[in-house]
C-alpha cells in the first residue's frame, strides 16, 4: 500500500528539512512525498533538492493558496492513501506511516486520524496545544469540531470522487472537506489514539484575532453548504472548544 504525502510550500526554507527528515525517518518505506511549491523566493528549492530522493516529487509555479497546492498534489498523486504534511509540521515519531498502512489495510475503513500537538515555533519540545481527538458521530461537526486534518487520511478514489479542497473557503477548506467526507459522503472513518503529527504554531487561520473570526465565520458557511443543521451560538461554541486544548497543553508542562 503506497502513501501519498502532499507538501505545501513557500518560502519554507526554516522548516522544510525537518518535514522532510521526519518522512524518510519512518519506518514504513512504500510512500511517496509530493512537494508543492508556490513559486518561492527563498532558498526552499535548494533545500529540498538536497533531500530528494526515490519517492519525492517537485513542482513549482505560482498558485492561488495553500489549498489550491493540495489539489494539485492531490492530481499529481499515485498512492492507495492521501495525507498532506504542511512544511511546518512533521511527524511526531518514526511508526506514523506505519500505524496508517496498519489501519488503512482492513479495506472497510475509508480513512483515518489521529491526534496532534501544537508545538512552539522555535522550541518544538514546547507543546503549546494538545489537539486530542474522538470517534467521530453525527452532531460533532455541528458543534465546531473536526479530525485534526494533518492527521486525517483518506483512500485516493475517494478523495478524487469527492472534488478535494473547495476554493470558495480560503481559510476552512479543511473543515469543509472533513465534514464532506464524514458528514455528507458519510465515509467510514477510524480515530487512533496517538499523537501523530507536531505543527508548529502560527497557522493562516490561527494568527490573529481577525483571523480567528475570519476562519470561523468560514466554517459557518461551511456547514450551511453542507446542510447541517447549526444555531446561532455555533461560532461561540466552536472557539470555546479550543480552550481544553491549551489547559491541558499548560497542565501538561507542569
Avoid at 465546531?144 to 480560503?170: C, E, Q
Wanted: aromatic share 10%; glycine share 6%.
Amino acid at each position: 500500500m503506497k502513501i501519498s504525502i502532499i507538501t505545501p510550500t513557500f518560502n519554507s526554507s526554516p522548516f522544510i528539512i525537518d518535514n522532510m527528515q521526519s518522512v524518510r525517518r519512518q519506518v514504513y518505506t512504500d510512500w511517496e512525498q509530493i512537494i508543492v511549491d508556490g513559486a518561492s523566493t527563498d532558498d526552499t528549492l535548494a533545500k529540498i533538492k538536497t533531500l530528494s530522493l526515490a519517492g519525492t516529487k517537485l513542482v513549482s509555479e505560482p498558485d492561488e493558496g495553500i489549498y489550491d497546492a493540495m489539489n494539485k498534489g492531490i492530481a499529481l498523486a499515485e498512492g492507495d492513501v492521501v495525507g498532506f504534511l504542511n512544511s511546518d509540521d512533521f511527524y511526531a515519531h518514526d511508526q506514523v506511516l506505519a500505524r496508517i498502512a496498519s489501519i488503512m489495510a482492513d479495506t472497510s475503513v475509508d480513512a483515518c486520524y489521529a491526534d496532534l500537538d501544537y508545538v512552539d515555533k522555535c522550541d518544538t519540545q514546547k507543546i503549546t496545544r494538545m489537539w486530542r481527538s474522538q470517534p467521530y458521530h453525527d452532531g460533532l461537526f455541528e458543534k465546531g469540531w473536526m479530525p485534526a486534518h494533518p492527521t486525517f487520511y483518506v483512500r485516493r478514489d475517494i478523495l478524487n470522487r469527492s472534488g478535494g479542497f473547495d476554493l470558495a473557503f480560503p481559510r476552512q477548506a479543511d473543515f469543509e472537506l472533513c465534514m464532506r467526507l464524514l458528514a455528507k459522503y458519510r465515509i467510514q472513518a477510524r480515530y487512533y489514539e496517538d499523537v501523530w503529527v507536531k505543527m508548529r504554531t502560527g497557522g493562516a487561520s490561527n494568527n490573529s484575532v481577525s483571523g480567528v473570526l475570519k476562519g470561523n465565520l468560514e466554517a459557518y458557511r461551511a456547514c450551511r453548504k453542507n446542510q447541517l443543521q447549526i444555531n446561532v451560538m455555533f461560532i461561540p461554541i466552536k472557539i470555546a472548544s479550543r480552550i481544553p486544548q491549551f489547559v491541558a497543553a499548560f497542565l501538561n508542562r507542569q
